[in-house]
């Protein structure tokens, strides 16, 4: 494996919109840019004053909750506009004009941004999937695009990034499925789910575990202790359970602050803030990404409360329970992000748009040369896992289940063969995660040719 499957959050890593913001911002061509300048750039269309848009005040008439000094101010600001106009599930964000720079490190944890706030590969994949209007959005009034709401293309490329960076929230998804869909959960009741799935995940890493990644796999598990004993569960085996620790370097000191009430309508009697950072972050994609929502309180007290949109509570959808049952069906030989994946989104996502038959193989030929042209490298070879995940992505949205490992078995036979000596050239290894290819003008009408050579001994 390539080290422990899960990502330390912190608890402003809120919106899933931040992320298409930050990757929109980035130059496309990979080049270097300041902390400032991102800062900048990012502040410039999120933390305009909501007024500077009357049409999108009016939308958004419903914030109500401001002082005439934080109006004063510049509140509401667009971000909490658009997230409020368009009704998104959850008007929760963490991010102030004073901490921007969050957005930044949210994109370096989750391999958006590389050295030098260079934009990775994957962030340039996510870039291809927003519409023409992201890049207006800094020079515009504000009310042209909506990072916050979700298309269905995003949202099975956010779940397929964070399935494969953070094992821990698909373990969270099996756990919500098990409850009943009518169950409201607080934060405290989230936290324990959260500390339940970060153990299972790490148990599943144990056995496999490389050497060099002990390190990490220690800082991990110190941190699901910590949160452990802040939430006063048990720890699974015994605080010895994982000998493979011992004679580590120490982990880094985590965060233990004790003291103090929390707000109203936490069961808790003292903050948990290793539980929150783990846990809140988590449980507010899952609602950007329906698999939670924000349930309305059930008080009748005359007194006026906070719009459901607004509070720290949780209730899962028939979509948890869909998806659980889907993922067990799939196959799962080999790494199931390449081989069950697109089968586990269709059958519990997209149902809707399946079509009658099977994907055949001039189907995956479209979705591949569609996926190539609108990802591929100006110069050079591209990497192949970039196109054929946004080739199983495209598909899947439309109905079709075809695997990463589909379209991986379709350019091994066109290598293998030379099916396409003049128009298809490949680099680096033969492994999905390795290779690398660079087709010439004129593949695709090559590609379709050779459809019933490619078909035999290629199921899509």
Same mark, same amino acid.
């Given at each position: 494996?390539?080290?422990?499957?899960?990502?330390k959050?912190?608890?402003?890593?809120?919106?899933?919109?931040?992320?298409?913001?930050?990757?929109?911002?980035?130059?496309?061509?990979?080049r270097?840019?300041?902390?400032?300048?991102?800062?900048?750039?990012?502040?410039?269309?999120?933390?305009?004053?909501a007024?500077?848009?009357?049409?999108?005040?009016?939308?958004?008439?419903?914030?109500?909750w401001y002082?005439?000094?934080?109006?004063?101010?510049?509140?509401?600001?667009?971000l909490?506009?658009?997230?409020?106009?368009?009704?998104?599930?959850?008007w929760?964000?963490?991010?102030?004009?004073?901490?921007?720079?969050?957005?930044?490190?949210?994109?370096?944890d989750?391999?958006f941004?590389?050295?030098?706030?260079? $934009?990775?590969?994957?962030?340039?994949?996510?870039?291809?999937?927003?519409?023409?209007?992201?890049?207006?959005?800094?020079?515009?009034?504000?009310?042209g695009?909506n990072?916050?709401?979700?298309?269905?293309l995003?949202?099975?490329?956010?779940?397929?990034?964070?399935?494969? $960076?953070?094992?821990?929230?698909?373990a %969270?998804?099996d756990?919500l499925?098990?409850?009943?869909?009518?169950?409201v959960?607080?934060?405290?009741?989230?936290?324990q789910?959260t500390?339940?799935?970060?153990f299972?995940?790490?148990?599943?890493?144990?056995?496999?575990?490389?050497?060099?990644?002990?390190?990490?796999?220690?800082?991990?598990?110190?941190?699901?202790?910590?949160?452990?004993?802040?939430?006063?569960?048990?720890?699974?085996?015994?605080?010895?359970?994982?000998?493979?620790?011992?004679?580590?370097p120490? !982990?880094?000191?985590?965060?233990?602050?004790?003291?103090?009430?929390?707000?109203?309508?936490?069961?808790?009697?003292?903050?948990?803030?290793?539980?929150?950072?783990?846990t809140?972050?988590?449980?507010?994609?899952?609602?950007?990404?329906?698999?939670?929502?924000?349930?309305?309180?059930?008080?009748?007290?005359?007194?006026?409360?906070r719009?459901?949109?607004?509070?720290?509570?949780?209730?899962?959808?028939?979509?948890?329970?869909?998806?659980?049952a889907?993922?067990?069906? #799939?196959?799962?030989?080999?790494?199931?992000?390449?081989?069950?994946?697109?089968?586990?989104?269709?059958?519990?996502l997209?149902?809707?748009?399946?079509?009658?038959?099977? #994907?055949?193989?001039?189907?995956? $030929?479209?979705?591949? #040369?569609?996926?190539?042209?609108?990802v591929?490298?100006p110069?050079?070879?591209?990497?192949?896992?970039?196109v054929? %995940?946004?080739?199983?992505?495209?598909? #899947?949205?439309?109905?079709?289940?075809?695997? $990463?490992?589909?379209?991986?078995?379709?350019?091994?036979?066109?290598k293998?063969?030379?099916?396409?000596?003049?128009?298809?050239?490949? !680099?680096?290894?033969?492994?999905?995660?390795?290779?690398?290819?660079?087709?010439?003008?004129?593949?695709?009408e090559?590609?379709?040719?050779?459809?019933?050579?490619?078909?035999?001994?290629?199921?899509?």
């Amino acid at each position: 494996m390539a080290g422990v499957p899960w990502t330390k959050f912190q608890d402003f890593y809120l919106r899933l919109g931040f992320l298409k913001v930050l990757v929109a911002a980035l130059s496309p061509f990979r080049r270097s840019v300041t902390n400032d300048a991102v800062y900048q750039k990012l502040r410039v269309p999120l933390f305009k004053p909501a007024g500077t848009c009357p049409e999108l005040a009016k939308r958004a008439s419903a914030i109500d909750w401001y002082t005439p000094a934080e109006i004063a101010e510049g509140k509401p600001y667009i971000l909490e506009s658009l997230l409020v106009a368009d009704n998104c599930p959850s008007w929760l964000y963490a991010v102030t004009t004073k901490t921007i720079y969050k957005i930044l490190d949210w994109g370096h944890d989750v391999q958006f941004v590389g050295r030098g706030n260079q $934009i990775t590969e994957r962030g340039l994949l996510l870039r291809t999937l927003l519409p023409k209007e992201a890049e207006e959005f800094f020079t515009s009034d504000g009310a042209g695009w909506n990072p916050f709401i979700i298309s269905p293309l995003e949202r099975l490329f956010f779940l397929f990034h964070l399935t494969e $960076i953070d094992r821990v929230t698909v373990a %969270l998804i099996d756990l919500l499925a098990d409850l009943d869909e009518s169950e409201v959960l607080e934060s405290a009741d989230a936290a324990q789910l959260t500390c339940k799935a970060l153990f299972g995940v790490l148990e599943d890493a144990r056995s496999s575990l490389s050497p060099r990644y002990l390190p990490e796999f220690r800082t991990a598990y110190d941190l699901a202790k910590t949160i452990a004993r802040e939430l006063e569960m048990p720890v699974p085996g015994g605080s010895g359970s994982l000998a493979l620790a011992r004679s580590l370097p120490r !982990a880094p000191k985590v965060i233990r602050r004790t003291g103090g009430l929390v707000k109203s309508g936490s069961h808790r009697k003292k903050p948990n803030k290793n539980a929150d950072h783990q846990t809140i972050p988590r449980f507010e994609q899952l609602v950007d990404l329906g698999f939670l929502q924000k349930p309305s309180s059930e008080s009748k007290e005359p007194t006026r409360e906070r719009p459901p949109q607004r509070r720290w509570r949780y209730q899962p959808t028939q979509t948890c329970r869909l998806w659980a049952a889907a993922k067990k069906e #799939a196959p799962s030989h080999g790494n199931w992000l390449w081989t069950g994946f697109a089968q586990t989104v269709v059958e519990s996502l997209v149902p809707e748009q399946k079509p009658g038959a099977r #994907a055949t193989m001039a189907d995956a $030929i479209r979705f591949f #040369a569609d996926a190539y042209d609108a990802v591929h490298r100006p110069v050079g070879h591209t990497p192949f896992d970039s196109v054929a %995940l946004h080739a199983m992505l495209r598909a #899947a949205v439309e109905g079709y289940a075809i695997e $990463i490992k589909t379209f991986h078995n379709l350019m091994l036979k066109v290598k293998k063969r030379n099916l396409l000596p003049d128009h298809v050239f490949f !680099a680096s290894g033969n492994d999905i995660d390795t290779m690398f290819i660079n087709f010439r003008r004129g593949y695709r009408e090559r590609l379709i040719k050779a459809e019933t050579s490619l078909s035999e001994g290629v199921s899509a």
